[in-house]
């Protein structure tokens, strides 16, 4: 009989260790559940932020681009035309501003509707013309 309690107490006590490590281990899921699902709101929360900065950011450079004062179209043009050989003015631009060829590409065409450029022929650029 003795044999037989202490195995008992034995089984007893492997199972409330079981109930234990069953219990840390429902407590440690629930945890890592609920710190993913505050990582997953965070991320969405970071992503609402940025994406709304990115489009406030848009907007106003958009409205920027129809503010381009005649002073500055006007100096978009000086630097177009101090370009040295006429080659590459639209980089020259560019370059000048720390802005994107497409940019300065639309200052460009804006400079000339405005004026300070002579109209070009399709496929040659302005100061090759002069040449």
């Not at 309690?5 to 629930?30: D, G, I, M």
């Not at 405005?114 to 040449?131: I, K, M, S």
């Amino acid at each position: 009989m003795t044999i037989g309690s202490e195995t008992f107490a034995a089984h007893r006590h492997a199972a409330e260790r079981a109930e234990e490590a069953w219990a840390a281990y429902e407590a440690v899921l629930l945890d890592a559940k609920r710190l993913h699902k505050e990582a997953l709101d965070a991320a969405a929360e970071y992503r609402a932020l940025t994406g709304s900065r990115i489009l406030q950011a848009n907007a106003s450079s958009k409205r920027s681009h129809t503010r381009l004062s005649p002073t500055f179209l006007q100096e978009v043009a000086d630097v177009y035309k101090s370009t040295k050989g006429g080659r590459f003015p639209t980089q020259n631009v560019a370059a000048h501003y720390s802005a994107a060829y497409s940019t300065a590409s639309r200052w460009i065409w804006l400079a000339r509707k405005a004026g300070y450029l002579e109209p070009t022929t399709q496929g040659v650029g302005g100061l090759a013309q002069r040449g």
